[in-house]
Structures are given as structure tokens and as C-alpha cells.
């Protein structure tokens, strides 16, 4: 029971910590998104200006405001729409899972080098994706379309119904199960080069003449 209490504990200090922290993370951050953002955008009449973190914001989080103007077409010299998308960001349920999960110092650290990377597509697929939304709706209303209902609006949608939560979960449970994985398969190659190492050495006919 005090494993248990133990475990609840660090979740809810992380939890508490990633709140307090979202601001200076998203300031840490928001090169990595405008660059991703751009990525996207890049071939679409869509120009990425700044990401950066709002102010006067004092709510839970931290808020990430996108800048940026859509055109009707690429090459356009003067652009259509000149667009501002804000989203509330706080990544704490990943990195809480992770951090709440039992295992070694030495795991552990095998287990964030994992999470990295999973934790950047992750971002790419919730945050991004949602902050260059009004972009792709943009885009479409400029293109002719008066009330669009693009692929962009639906997975925002869905993020926001409770689906960035689940991925947030399946992604850290991913991790997690990699990294079980890795570990399983190292102790097996161990568990090998041990047992070989205990054969007994094969004879040369040279130590019997």
C-alpha cells in the first residue's frame, strides 16, 4: 500500500510541476513548433510568421499564439487572410505516466531516451496540428468553399472531445511497452552470451599427442 501511495504522490507532483512549468516549456518549445508548423505549411499557400507564448494568461498552462497569413494561392504577392490561432498547452499526463512508472535509474533513462522521439510526434500530431487548423479553413473558405469542414477541423475536433488525452496515453503506454521490450531482449542476449560462455571449451587433437 505505501508503493501505491508512493506512485500517487510522484504523479501528482509531476502533475502539479508540469502545470507551473508549461509556461517555460512552451517558451523552450516554440522554435520546435514553428518549425514543424512550416514543414507542414511548406508547398500549401500558408506562411508561418512566429509561434510564441501569449500574454496576460492566467489559466493552468500556457497559451501558444501562431502567427501567420494564407493566400489563395502560393505565389500570390499580397496575401488573402492574415490569421492568429491560440491553443492552451500543458504536456503533463505523458511525462507524468512515465515518470509515475516503476522501474531502475538505469531503465528509467533508457526509458526517457525512448520518449523523446515519441514525444515529438506526439506534439506534432496534438499541438501543431491544431494551431494550423484555421490555416487549412482559411484556405478553403479563400478557395470558395463559405462553411468547410476540412480534415484539419475534424481532428481538432476529435483531439479536443478527449482524444489528446487518449493519445497522450497510448503514446506513453507505447513507450513504455518499447521499452519493456528492449529490455526483455537484452536480458535474453545476456542470458545467452552467459550460458555460452559456460560450455566447455572444445579440445584440439594437438592436447593429446
Not at 482559411?138 to 487518449?166: C, I, K, N, Q, Y
Not at 519493456?180 to 545467452?192: E, N
Request: one cysteine or more.
Amino acid at each position: 500500500m505505501k508503493r501505491e501511495l508512493r506512485w500517487l504522490a510522484i504523479a501528482l507532483s509531476m502533475l502539479a510541476l508540469g502545470v507551473l512549468c508549461a509556461r517555460p516549456y512552451a517558451r523552450l518549445a516554440s522554435p520546435f513548433y514553428a518549425l514543424a508548423a512550416r514543414m507542414i505549411a511548406h508547398g500549401r499557400p500558408w506562411t508561418i510568421s512566429s509561434v510564441e507564448v501569449a500574454r496576460g494568461n492566467s489559466s493552468p498552462g500556457a497559451i501558444l499564439r501562431m502567427s501567420g497569413t494564407v493566400s489563395e494561392r502560393k505565389n500570390d504577392a499580397v496575401p488573402g487572410a492574415r490569421l492568429v490561432s491560440k491553443l492552451q498547452v500543458a504536456p503533463v499526463i505523458f511525462w507524468t505516466l512515465l515518470v509515475a512508472w516503476p522501474a531502475a535509474s538505469v531503465r528509467r533513462l533508457a526509458l526517457i531516451g525512448i520518449a523523446v522521439p515519441i514525444f515529438v510526434g506526439l506534439e506534432v500530431a496534438t499541438t501543431v496540428c491544431q494551431l494550423i487548423g484555421p490555416f487549412a479553413y482559411a484556405s478553403a473558405v479563400l478557395a470558395g468553399d463559405a462553411d468547410p469542414v476540412t480534415w484539419w477541423e475534424r481532428w481538432s475536433r476529435f483531439l479536443e472531445a478527449g482524444g489528446r488525452v487518449g493519445l497522450a496515453f497510448v503514446a506513453a503506454l507505447a513507450t513504455i511497452g518499447i521499452a519493456q521490450w528492449i529490455s526483455r531482449l537484452r536480458a535474453h542476449q545476456v542470458a545467452a552470451l552467459t550460458a555460452r560462455s559456460r560450455l566447455p571449451r572444445a579440445t584440439s587433437p594437438r592436447e593429446f599427442s
